[in-house]
């Protein structure tokens, strides 16, 4: 079951006290950032929050599930999503241990100046094999002298 769109609204909402939350569609589920780092799922209308273990001291027991099929475990956040500033604490948490995103190939960090290419080599020719011998007169350019 795809999650719906109030849902996932009503997830940002309540974390919204946690900062600059956005989100964005991913294989039919949502990825949820803050701060362009991903620190939640949202599948099947269900809120999973990465792991890290202030989050995991943060909540005292928790409950770890895949969010979708073959995926790594997450804290699956049932209660304290009932208390925006709860969720938002967690979400600031797990924000701050997580490394920052990775950029993308091909793109220039900002302040850098992008490398310059390296110049391709000229291609090589082969140089005219000189000629030993004397040069003789061609039969033309003799008649052409008498």
Not at 57 to 66: H, I, K, M, Y
Not at 92 to 105: D, H, N, V
């Amino acid at each position: 079951m795809a999650t719906k769109a109030d849902f996932i609204e009503y997830v940002r909402e309540q974390l919204a006290g946690a900062g600059a939350v956005s989100y964005r569609r991913m294989f039919g589920e949502y990825a949820v950032y803050l701060d362009d780092r991903v620190v939640a799922l949202v599948c099947d209308n269900q809120l999973f929050v990465k792991p890290t273990a202030g989050g995991r001291a943060f909540l005292g027991s928790v409950t770890e599930a895949p969010p979708f099929p073959g995926a790594s475990m997450y804290f699956l956040v049932d209660d304290a999503l009932e208390s925006p500033q709860e969720v938002a604490q967690l979400i600031r948490i797990t924000a701050r241990e997580l490394p920052a995103q990775k950029p993308k190939a091909g793109a220039v960090a900002k302040g850098k100046p992008k490398p310059k290419p390296k110049p391709k080599p000229k291609p090589r020719s082969k140089p005219k094999p000189k000629s030993k011998s004397k040069s003789v007169p061609s039969a033309k350019s003799k008649a052409k002298s008498t």
